[in-house]
């Protein structure tokens, strides 16, 4: 695919990137045989389960449709986490998957011996209560009133009236940080084992999450090395890792033109990429996406305001700074954009999705995927 070909707005994964993360992933599990799963809810590019699955353990997934891909398309290890499984979806998600993750002892009251009896392994996720992260209220299972994972007073409640609760469970689950460093993992441990110790030491495997910024520079890869092997040591079964953004960090972009110019007190630059549409998380999160050869509002002579072509007046992506003015037609390339964004992507005003393109290795570009309007018309009746 040559350079001309490339219609925006467009994704563009990048092989050798995503091939740098795994390999520090799986290097990691290498190094203290710990088992790392791609967590596809962050990144679902089938197209690069197979590389994936040369590095990692497998999959996991947040429902029914996510454990299909799993099993589909990298076909290795399969967990599953629901907060509340449907009745209806159960045999087929034990034909999919090997371990299966419950809420609650409500949740292991209804499905556990159906589970047993399919042969696959049971765990539970338990909250900690133990908030590591501020501001992003949204992102934080152990925010008070949290629906995600049994509170240690909700466990003890429910084996004070059910004693043989726990009989069959194999693992026990933690997920409580989002981007964060390992010096959080350690703090959450601490209160995971204080909790739960007791439980943690009868387990075959305990699996501590996502939201570890492994591939970040910088990040304290000897703290996680610890933690796992802390817990190694007090259950003496298997630890399972399942980031999403830190398999697909920095491994991707989204490229898109500057259809028009409008001045209103600013200067807004209106491109044909959508912050609602196609990068949603810039407005939920909400953060500001790097892009690259801008600078901060000021920092450069000319200043825009980059925003979607939706109605939203909300649809903006942030304001930025240039070196020169902005053209109708200009290419800006947005960075960190294979991770929460194509899962998320919807056609919000008839949007068209982005094409996904693969760069490879050897710097050649493959259309992956080219949307158009019968995937618009398709969820529609
Ligand atoms: C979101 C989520 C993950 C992945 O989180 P990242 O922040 O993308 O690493 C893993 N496990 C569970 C249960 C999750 O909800």
Known sequence: MRESKIHTPCYIVQERALKENLEQLAGLA?????RILLAQKAFSMFRVYPLIGNYLAGTTASGLYEARLGAECMGKENHIFSPAYREEEMGEILSLCGHVVLNSPQQIRRYKRKILAAGRSVGLRVNPECSTQEGHAIYDPCAPGSRLGTTLSQLERALADTPD??????????HTLCEQDADALAVTLDAVVEKFGVYMTKMKWVNLGGGHHITRPGYHMETLKQCIRRVQKLCGGTVYLEPGEAVA???????TSV???TENGVQTAILDASAACHMPDVLEMPYRPPLSGAGLPGEKPFTYRLAGPTCLAGDVIGDYSFD???ETGDVLEFQDMAIYSMVK???F???????????REDGSRELVRRFGYEDFKGRLS
């Open 259 to 261: 259809l028009e110019i």
């Open 324 to 326: 020169r003015p902005l």
């Open 349 to 359: 005003n008839g949007m068209a999705l982005p094409d996904i393109v693969l760069e």
């Open 249 to 255: 960090l920095q491994a991707g972009t989204l490229r």
């Open 30 to 34: 290498r190094e203290t045989g710990c």
């Open 345 to 347: 992507n919807n056609t």
């Open 165 to 174: 609760l726990l009989e069959g469970i194999e693992g026990l689950h933690f």
